[in-house]
Nanobody
């Protein structure tokens, strides 16, 4: 079973930036399309950004132009660069395959607040 470990979250002011990282226990990044998801309090988990094995990316409308997803298959890692953060970006962020095949990790909390 693949396990994911997300990191890089924290408290940031509106307009700030954060870079999230995802590591996986298995060599899956070259095999599966991957994605970042988030779940805000009281809301369903949603897909934020996705990246195909060939590198094509796709973003939720709410983050287009602000977030950038990238992957390093050799290092088995994936990142999410988040710029111009807004309070509505506050959520726990998770990584997984797209579509999701494996269990969720612990996630990393992102809080955008002044």
């Amino acid at each position: 079973q693949v396990q994911f470990v997300e990191s890089g979250g924290g408290l940031v002011q509106p307009g700030g930036s954060l870079r999230l990282s995802c590591a996986a226990s298995g060599s899956i990044f070259s095999i599966y399309a991957m994605a970042w998801y988030r779940q805000a309090p009281g809301k369903q988990r949603e897909l934020v950004a996705a990246i195909a094995t060939g590198g094509r990316t796709n973003y939720a409308d709410s983050v287009k132009g602000r977030f950038t997803i990238s992957r390093d298959n050799a290092k088995n890692t994936m990142n999410l660069q988040m710029n111009s953060l807004k309070p509505e970006d506050t959520a726990v962020y998770y990584c997984n395959t797209n579509p999701r095949y494996f269990s969720w990790g612990q996630g990393t909390q992102v809080t955008v607040s002044s």
